[in-house]
């Protein structure tokens, strides 16, 4: 069977974002390299797992939220210019 990784994250399957996210800060910080010098191996290898976990139980919706308003934004600026008459060498 795969790989369980809300208990990675040690949450609930019914978790909200907020609680993953919290969660998912809370072992960052706990096994991040830098922060485990003695064990900095074991620690490496923790923190991209929990990193896979987070990245596979997070929302596909949270995950593109930031492109779709960078995406927002370059069509908001596409039609000022287009309103102004202005070249693309302003861009």
Request: charged share 35%; hydrophobic share 40%.
């Amino acid at each position: 069977m795969g790989v369980d990784y809300y208990k990675i994250l040690q949450v609930d399957r019914n978790a909200k974002d907020d609680d993953l996210k919290k969660a998912y800060r809370k072992l960052a910080m706990k096994w991040y390299p830098d922060n485990n010098l003695n064990n900095k191996r074991d620690a490496e290898a923790k923190f991209k797992t929990i990193s896979k976990a987070y990245d596979v139980c997070i929302p596909e919706c949270s995950r593109l939220l930031p492109f779709y308003f960078m995406l927002m934004c370059f069509r908001f600026r596409i039609r000022y210019l287009f309103r102004l008459n202005c070249d693309f060498d302003c861009l």
